[in-house]
């Protein structure tokens, strides 16, 4: 690890961080108005990229939707709902799981937070940001009561940052400051 970050070989930093699934993940990032160094950061840390895993709370495929997750997905866009088994079909999980980073980043605005309700929950994250708004991003993170909430954030902020690095997405800086949550989703 120490190799690949220090040489920067872009060609092992490559394997470490790829656009796996790169034509679906920026066309739907496109359609859904979301940055794909996000939807890799999220399924970097949910699948590995791995489409066939399913975790112990029944997540399913390479962004790791649950079932009601993705039945409550699918009526938003008002299209029939995959069964269950779809769920591993990359290009069907990954038109999902955009859609629902996008509803977070719309009602969350900020890509942090999204993680954070990504893993922990968007009422949770919510609540989060209205207690604690005033604290510094850093701050914020590190008094999110939940432990793997709270490792599952800070990991998919690196990842995020070192995705937009090496590929040249999205130039603004990660804003410090919490910003208040609006309505939206809530699952």
């Not at 649950?66 to 029939?80: F, M, N, Y």
């Not at 969350?108 to 999204?114: E, F, Q, R, W, Y």
């Not at 800086?173 to 939206?184: A, F, H």
């Amino acid at each position: 690890w120490g190799v690949v970050y220090s040489q920067r070989t872009p060609e092992a930093l490559a394997l470490m961080y790829p656009r796996a699934f790169r034509e679906s993940v920026e066309r739907w990032s496109a359609q859904n108005g979301i940055e794909p160094a996000l939807a890799w950061a999220i399924m970097r840390r949910e699948s590995a990229f791995a489409p066939q895993v399913t975790s112990s709370a029944d997540a399913r495929g390479l962004m790791q939707l649950i079932p009601p997750t993705a039945r409550g997905i699918a009526s938003e866009l008002k299209i029939p709902p995959a069964d269950d088994a779809e769920l591993y079909l990359p290009e069907w999980n990954i038109r999902l799981g955009t859609w629902y980073l996008h509803a977070l980043m719309t009602r969350l605005k900020h890509p942090t937070l999204v993680a954070g309700a990504y893993n922990g929950g968007p009422s949770a994250v919510a609540k989060w940001a209205r207690e604690r708004g005033e604290q510094p991003l850093d701050e914020w993170v590190e008094q999110i009561p939940y432990k793997e909430t709270r490792g599952y954030v800070k990991q998919v902020t690196v990842d995020l940052f070192i995705y937009r690095q090496l590929y040249g997405y999205e130039s603004t800086p990660l804003s410090l400051q919490i910003p208040q949550p609006g309505d939206g989703v809530n699952f």
